[in-house]
């Protein structure tokens, strides 16, 4: 079974900044395009970010673009998400996903192949 396994979330003022990463099995991660989404209290999932397999090409959600950067290390099999000047907006919990279909980045947010747990993310205003 494939494990996603998100670090990273926590408390932060707005304006601040945090490192999300998610930790991905060598056997997936060269292959996979993986990203981020996340969920606000009682809002639906939506994507915030994506990356495709090979680092080649990103994906952003309007609302995060110029904040939000998406990057993958290949030797760490990890992905990462640095978010700065955080708004309160950007208060959800944030999961980490990842899917053999590039194609489904920014459509459906809940159909992909592999999940994290979630980490909470919450800026306070």
């Known amino acids: 079974q494939v494990q996603l396994v998100e670090s990273g979330g926590g408390l932060v003022q707005a304006g601040g900044s945090l490192r999300l990463s998610c930790a991905a099995p060598?056997?997936?991660?060269?292959?996979?395009?993986m990203g981020w989404l996340r969920q606000p209290p009682g809002k639906e999932r939506k994507f915030v970010a994506g990356?495709?397999?090979?680092?080649?090409?990103?994906y952003y959600a309007d609302s995060v673009k110029g904040r939000f950067t998406i990057t993958r290390d290949f030797a760490k099999n990890t992905v990462y998400l640095q978010m700065n000047s955080l708004k309160p907006e950007d208060t959800a919990v944030y999961y980490c996903?990842?899917?053999?279909?590039?194609?489904?980045?920014?459509?459906?947010?809940?159909?992909?192949?592999?999940w994290g747990k979630g980490t909470l993310v919450t800026v306070s205003s």
């Open positions: 060598g056997s997936i991660f060269g292959s996979y395009a």
């Open positions: 990356i495709r397999g090979r680092g080649d090409s990103t």
């Open positions: 996903a990842a899917d053999l279909n590039w194609r489904k980045f920014g459509t459906d947010a809940y159909d992909m192949d592999y």
